[in-house]
């Protein structure tokens, strides 16, 4: 079981991007699913998550507004569309699942490795 996430780079403040992250070895259309973030010097923490189906989503309030979280089960994949983005959203991206949950849990089932993001001013 292993969840690869992409879609990290740089890019200038006010620019966009969109992370994936495709799981494999079981289908994870009964897990929530998530994004967190860890910047240099910093804690890992919350970004976004998103129930089994996608009628549920929840976000930091840091990021709320900014990025949509949403998943296609047929792709057994969770996507991040991180729009006006600034230099406080560099860090490394994280996904990862909590399987039969309505939210990503504090100790999630399954880790992504990271993919980094570096917002230039």
């Known amino acids: 079981v292993q969840l690869q996430a992409s879609g990290g780079g740089l890019v200038q403040a006010g620019g966009s991007l969109r992370l994936s992250c495709a799981a494999s070895?079981?289908?994870?259309?009964?897990?929530?699913m998530g994004w967190f973030r860890q910047a240099p010097g910093k804690e890992r923490e919350f970004v976004a998550d998103?129930?089994?189906?996608?009628?549920?989503?929840y976000y930091a309030d840091s990021v709320k507004g900014r990025f949509t979280i949403s998943r296609d089960n047929a792709k057994n994949t969770v996507y991040l569309q991180m729009s006006s983005l600034k230099p406080e959203d560099t860090a490394d991206y994280y996904c990862?699942?909590?399987?039969?949950?309505?939210?990503?849990?504090?100790?999630?089932?399954?880790w992504g490795q990271g993919t980094q993001v570096t917002v230039s001013s």
């Open positions: 998103i129930n089994w189906s996608g009628s549920r989503t």
């Open positions: 070895g079981r289908t994870f259309s009964t897990d929530a």
């Open positions: 990862a699942s909590s399987y039969g949950k309505v939210r990503v849990t504090t100790n999630p089932d399954y």
